[in-house]
């Protein structure tokens, strides 16, 4: 099955300390995106990335780091920088050109506690 | 700056209604619009795409038009049922910088029996 995942679904996390949130995806898609989601508000744009070894900050990248060293990997690392990381976390992915469709993964909720 | 809205925030409606969401957007310069749902607690689905030159797409029950010149986008949904119940979320994004999605807040459907 082609598709996107995201691990953990749930994780918890005390103040002060990073963590990663994976997501991998099969599609052969060449570019990936990190959104946080918080209640009553859109979908945030945190990093994107359109090629191996390459990203770029979105709209809320303050406190948030990202890697690309293959094409099926973009995890996400929130650090302890990140003021209020309590959030769902959503990546996302699509082939760069026409007709540029977005698919996203289940998502993960990070709580701190 | 892209703002996108989408009014109303909730709707309730009895099954079999035919029913439409609306969704505006501030920047006519876009590259294409995106409806999505989103199940409680899960990640988006992708539902119709609609590139900027086109006028309108259609899936099954559902049928999207877009009106670049007035800012706006309409998804109806024909026939209603109980399993289309969840939150619709169209997103846009900007020519020139295609892959980077702006989103709305979000229409909460419940379809009731």
């Known amino acids: 099955d082609g598709g996107i995942t995201q691990s953990p679904k749930y994780l918890f996390r005390k103040e002060g300390q990073n963590v990663t949130l994976s997501c991998e995806q099969n599609?052969?898609?060449?570019?990936m995106y990190w959104y946080r989601q918080d209640p009553g508000q859109g979908l945030r744009l945190i990093y994107y990335?359109?090629?191996?070894?390459?990203?770029q900050k979105g709209d809320i990248a303050e406190g948030y780091s990202v890697s690309r060293e293959k094409k099926e990997s973009f995890p996400l690392t929130v650090t302890s920088a990140q003021k209020n990381p309590t959030a769902f976390y959503l990546c996302a992915s699509t082939l760069t050109g026409f007709p540029n469709e977005q698919f996203f993964g289940p998502g993960t909720r990070l709580t701190v506690l | 700056k892209q703002e996108v809205t989408q009014i109303p925030a909730a709707l309730s409606v009895p099954e079999g209604e035919n029913l439409v969401l609306n969704c505006s957007f501030t920047?006519?310069?876009?590259?294409?619009l995106q409806w999505f749902r989103q199940d409680p607690g899960k990640g988006l689905t992708s539902l119709l795409l609609i590139q900027s030159s086109q006028r309108e797409q259609t899936s099954g029950r559902l049928n999207a038009s877009l009106d670049k010149s007035s800012g706006r986008s309409t998804l109806y949904i024909a026939a209603s049922q109980p399993g289309d119940s969840a939150t619709y979320l169209c997103a846009v994004s900007r020519t020139g910088t295609a892959s980077k999605l702006t989103f709305g807040t979000g229409t909460r459907l419940q379809v009731t029996l």
């Open positions: 920047d006519s310069a876009i590259y294409n």
């Open positions: 599609l052969n898609h060449d570019a």
């Open positions: 990335s359109q090629i191996v070894n390459d990203f």
